[in-house]
């Protein structure tokens, strides 16, 4: 679900885990603005000497609108794909045409077992799951919160020990004094879908895995316009970013050491300043 988040005022030890990144002159010296896209870090370049994947990544919620440009993404880096899907065979007309990625069927509410066959020779897991609009009142629990909670389990067992997830800024919303945010009160309306994703947060950080949490702000459709602005958790309560910008951090932090370990927020503004994701994510503190 696309939302728009409105503002109301506020009531008030780097680890060697990533084996995925590229020699460090491959990480920020071709990442050029794109006028087009008013400036978006969206790169103009990429490394040409990437023939076949060296990585391969599990992607939950392939399907989805966010999934499918994290796909996208993922190729375009010279990764390899594992495309969890509900139905494979949709998923076969909607996902890239491409050698390097493989589409098999996951379903995070079936549990862990069943995941860790999905994940198969995956090294990192990236989570763009979303809950479909349905008369289920628990589908958002089912889904964001359970199946999250599956999705790391099924990592511990397959000894996968890097997972993405991509979340929603204002999860903590109450918190933050933002407990009359329209965003915040229609998303938990629709079944406490804002909390549902706050306890698998908590969840992810309580479990030893090598986490980032990326928390957009209301998604766009729209190609990327201006630039992204990173902050620490419960900090950004509106704002909106293009999807294609989300995917893009969301690769970036198997890219980048300094994402380890760490929730971010983000949205895109036209003002903002282009910063390469290694300033972004060095400026985000672990806690």
Sequence with gaps: MSLTFFKTPPLHSLQSLLPFAPPLTTLSSSRIASAKNGGSQIEAMEDKTKTKPTKKIFVAGSTGKTGRKVVERLLLKGFGVRAGALDVERAKTTLPSDPNIEIVKADVTEGAEKL???????????????????????????????????????????????????????????????????????????????????????????????????????????PPSGNIVMETEDTLYEGSISRDQVAEVAVEALLCPESVYKIVEIVSRDEAPMRSFEDLFSAIKQR
């Design 116 to 222: 860790v066959e999905a994940i198969g020779d995956a090294e990192a897991v990236v989570c763009a799951t979303g809950y479909r609009r349905s008369l289920d009142l628990f589908a958002p629990w089912k889904v964001d919160n359970f199946g999250t909670v599956n999705l790391v389990d099924a990592c511990n067992k397959a000894g996968v020990n890097r997972f993405i997830l991509i979340s929603s800024i204002l999860v903590n919303g109450a918190a933050m004094g933002q407990i009359l945010n329209p965003a915040y009160v229609i998303l938990n309306v629709l079944g406490l879908t804002l909390i549902a994703k706050l306890q698998a947060e908590q969840y992810i950080r309580k479990s030893g895995i090598n986490y980032t949490i990326i928390r957009p702000g209301g998604l766009r459709d729209d």
